[in-house]
């Protein structure tokens, strides 16, 4: 196990979460996540429509330095628990509402989350947990719900 964090920064509101990584239980996917972020990443965060309470970023292209094709299923579930980060990987025309490719980064800020898509049950992969300022990053998440997406930025931790 490695003491690397990772933070989740909503960037208008100054609040931060400190994440600690389950390098154990998920360690290519934590490696694969911990490369992409040797930049931070700003994304316009929108919060998930059918897994309950749960943001949403993706990966830019400009931060995709892995072949998502080539990580194992690991640490998976499809009820996580409050402040844990999920990675998903969607390839091209795989929904049929949606065509496009997406490497999804997700955090559920409260109890009550699952994994469900529009087709069903979607294990996915546990990476980390947030650890530190869960609370206040939660009454951010939220605020997406009411006043639309917002700017977050997501990087490892100096």
């Not at 292209?61 to 998502?68: L, Y």
């Not at 947030?130 to 100096?158: N, P, S, Y």
Request: charged share 25%; hydrophobic share 40%.
């Amino acid at each position: 196990m490695t003491d690397k964090k990772l933070y989740l920064k909503f960037v208008d509101a100054n609040v931060q979460g400190i994440i600690s990584l389950y390098w154990d239980n998920a360690p290519e996917t934590c490696k694969a996540i911990w490369g992409a972020l040797e930049k931070p990443i700003r994304w316009q965060t929108t919060h998930a429509i059918f897994s309950g309470p749960e943001i949403m970023m993706g990966i830019p292209e400009e931060n995709r330095n892995f072949d998502p094709t080539k990580l194992p299923p690991e640490n998976q579930t499809i009820i996580p628990e409050a402040g844990e980060l999920l990675w998903y990987y969607q390839p091209k025309n795989f929904f049929k509402i949606d065509p496009t490719e997406f490497w999804e980064v997700g955090m559920f800020y409260a109890h009550g989350g699952r994994t469900f898509g529009p087709t069903g049950w979607i294990p996915c992969t546990y990476f980390g947990r947030m650890t530190e300022g869960l609370d206040a990053v939660a009454e951010q998440c939220r605020k997406i719900r009411i006043e639309g997406a917002k700017i977050v930025e997501f990087g490892r931790l100096a």
